[in-house]
């Protein structure tokens, strides 16, 4: 005896099958336009509101929060993965105290999902390469006055300085007064919370250095 259900199932299959079959390239090729039409560069109209926008420069489709791009610099031949939120300040057209909030170098490659969120001074240097889900702010949350939320408390602003030539893993945290010098390598899923310096490997929540260069040669750190 057939059982029912599954009989009834196989003609809704068929039909679903055949749409894939039909559609999936249709799909595809319009999902493709989007993306490359979606893509912010420095000669579109979203790209136009940026502080400065540097050639051959893009953030690729989709974006996820973007607000107050005046007061964001971008330089040349710079890759923004999709997903990414770029923000300066705390809410959209809000006058921030100087124009440049948050600066993204020439030639960096910011990974998918990655969030960078500025209120007083984000400088991201040259060739700056990050993972995937990497959070970057100089501001936090207090949680002292136990009589109001912690989502209303916040923190001073530090400035966070981000050298030429570093490479964030994926997850990386990097909090208010973080400054990572140059040529540094920072592992996955670190916190970086004061001063990497530079060409070194700094690991761990908070990050510490591991191994650095000394003397023409990579050198493990003995903590």
Not at 141 to 167: C, F, L
Request: glycine content about 14%.
């Amino acid at each position: 005896m057939i059982d029912q259900p599954a009989f009834e199932a196989q003609p809704l299959g068929r039909w679903r099958a055949w749409r894939n079959r039909r559609f999936s390239g249709l799909v595809h090729y319009l999902w493709e336009m989007a993306i490359e039409s979606g893509a912010i560069g420095g000669s579109t109209k979203k790209g136009k509101l940026f502080g400065s926008f540097g050639e051959q420069s893009v953030i690729c489709f989709p974006a996820n929060t973007i607000f107050n791009e005046r007061f964001i610099h971008i330089g040349r031949n710079t890759m923004i993965g999709p997903d990414c939120t770029l923000s300066a300040g705390m809410v959209p057209g809000q006058q921030c105290l100087s124009d440049r909030i948050v600066t993204i170098g020439n030639r960096c490659l910011i990974g998918k999902g990655t969030g960078i969120v500025g209120h007083f001074s984000i400088e991201i240097g040259d060739d700056v390469w990050t993972g995937h889900n990497v959070y970057i702010t100089d501001q936090n949350h207090g949680y002292e006055d136990i009589s109001r939320p912690i989502s209303v408390q916040t923190m001073p602003e530090k400035a966070v300085r981000i050298g030429n030539g570093s490479w964030l893993g994926y997850g990386t945290v990097v909090l208010p007064g973080a400054d990572i010098g140059e040529h540094v390598v920072i592992g996955a899923n670190s916190v970086v919370t004061g001063t990497i310096p530079s060409f070194s490997v700094a690991v761990g929540s908070p990050a510490k250095v591991v191994r650095r260069y000394v003397n023409g040669a990579w050198e493990p750190v003995i903590s």
